[in-house]
């Protein structure tokens, strides 16, 4: 394409613009309602997976000796949990310790279970090379002697992944419902502008217009619309989940499981809703002129 004819689509896509008026500020407040609904889905999910994936790293076997077990036994448990090839890591937690950590969670009802009266195993909390493993590990910590029994997260964390992979699903599935919607209302935006410009379009015709020629300043509209209607989007995206860090994040502290920080990822979906904006637009706009030039 010329550089000049360029220049005139542009032109004329901007003037278009102008003058749809109302339709057009319709067409981009639907991509924008649309693209911040989409980013906001795509922020939720991206950080429901890197939770997810945190736990999964997170699953360790927690090994629970026997009451009793004195110190020369509980040494040779982990001389047996390291010859088990998939450990990786084992670190040992007296009953003091377990319960120290059961106060932090719960407060200082669980004082009382001090001393004597504390219902609590000595443990050791083994971490496997990959977390397909635990399941494995844990049979078998279980037959070692004066092993009371050998626990693990994978229940809790299988129910996890598959209720993740379920949100995924949904979000995704709304995400590509959204964009649909979105692309029938630009496309019935630009057919309004068409059908406001029919004589001028046949006129061109006539002349000898290809219909490449006609059909690039609508589709060059339609893709002003979306990259418009993505600006606002991409605005409140960043701002919000900035804030929604600052604030969530302190909820973390303390555990294995973290965030995504807004560096790591908003840049990335910027630059998503501005494309998805920008092909959205001009899909539509595509979609309704090639209606047109087969009539």
Known sequence: M???????????????????????????SAVTVTLLL????????????KVAHDVERDVQVRVVINRGTNKEQIKQIKADLT?????????????KQELKNVIGVYGDDFRLFQGDSNPLYDVYIVETNSPDQTIKVA??????KNVYDARYGGVAAKKLFKAVATIQKWGLTISVLLLFVAVFLISN????TILSRKDEIGIMRLVGATNSYIRWPFVLEGAWTGLLGAV????LVDFGYNWAYAVLSKSFEGTAYR???PGQFLWEIDLLLAVIGIVIGALGSGLSMSKFLKI
């Open 232 to 235: 606002i989007p991409i605005i």
């Open 38 to 49: 989409v980013g906001v889905l795509l922020s939720v999910l991206l950080n429901i997976n």
């Open 83 to 95: 010859k088990i090839k998939a450990v990786k890591k084992i670190k040992f937690s007296s009953r």
């Open 2 to 28: 010329k550089t000049l004819t360029l220049k005139r689509h542009l032109t004329e896509s901007f003037k278009s613009l102008r003058r749809n008026g109302w339709m057009s500020v319709a067409a981009i």
């Open 139 to 144: 049979k078998q910590a279980k037959k070692i």
């Open 259 to 261: 965030l995504l920080t």
């Open 189 to 192: 935006t630009i057919r309004i």
